[in-house]
């Protein structure tokens, strides 16, 4: 039987704005992403939205990006590979005391925006980023970009790692993401978005936006909680994979 993970970035919220519809996409996920205050979120949004997957049973993870709130964490930063495991251990820490306050642990770590981006293509930030989860635990699951150089870093070194594939994204046929800046780097269309993640998760392909079918390894699926449609998404997706006979759970569940 099939088995899969499906994650939504969450707690990105902070002050008096609002992002997302976290608590109702909770009901429907079993792994969350929790902004830890740079790229978004903050302390409030944090402790609330670790509280409300506790109360979902839904696992926890880190959400770490560049201190870029006015960009949200999607612009480009030029940094050494001991400054990104500087900024991952700095937000590691910073969401740990509110799992720690809850009584439970730090499931998986999944790298934001243009830091998740740059790390897919380069070794030493990638090596970066998994030195410092594994120096701060190693039991803590790398979740990274499905056949990028954040797996293999976290390979290399002993770290638990999963594949992520994405729902409502486009692949350029290297297996990287489309650029935001392309037009149809979204994906808008549920519909299309199942047929995609069925087949991503069944066949372990995925046709990229050039029309080539590339090989993808499906153990988590991200739907995007800024998505004007994650809510709508995420809900027929769950459902789409129940019909399918594919099993959704934690990745703590099934990652070795």
Known sequence: MFKVDLNSDLG??????????????????????????????????????????????????????????????????????????????????????????????????KPHGALYNMAA??????????????????????????????????????????SEVFADRAYNLDGSLVSRSIEGSVIHDADLAISRVIRMVKEGKVKSISGEDINIDAQSICVHGDNPKALEFVKKIHEALINENIEI????????
């Not at 190693?138 to 002993?158: E, F, V």
């Open 12 to 109: 990105e919220s902070f002050g008096n704005y609002k992002l997302g519809l976290d608590e109702e996409i909770l009901k429907h996920i079993t792994s969350a992403n929790i902004a830890c205050g740079w790229h978004a979120g903050d302390a409030l949004c944090m402790s609330k939205t670790v509280k409300n997957a506790c109360n979902q049973d839904v696992a926890v993870g880190a959400h770490p990006g560049f201190m870029d709130l006015e960009g949200f964490g999607r612009r480009e930063m030029k940094i050494t590979k001991q400054e990104a495991k500087a900024y991952i251990k700095y937000q590691l820490g910073a969401l740990m005391a509110f799992t720690t306050s809850n009584n439970i642990k730090i499931q998986h770590v």
């Open 121 to 162: 293509k380069d070794k030493d930030l990638a090596m970066g980023i998994a030195e410092a989860i594994y120096e701060v635990d190693k039991d803590i699951i790398l979740l990274g970009l499905a056949n990028s150089q954040m797996i293999k870093a976290a390979k290399d070194i002993g770290l638990r790692v999963a």
């Open 249 to 256: 759970a934690k990745l703590s569940e099934f990652i070795k």
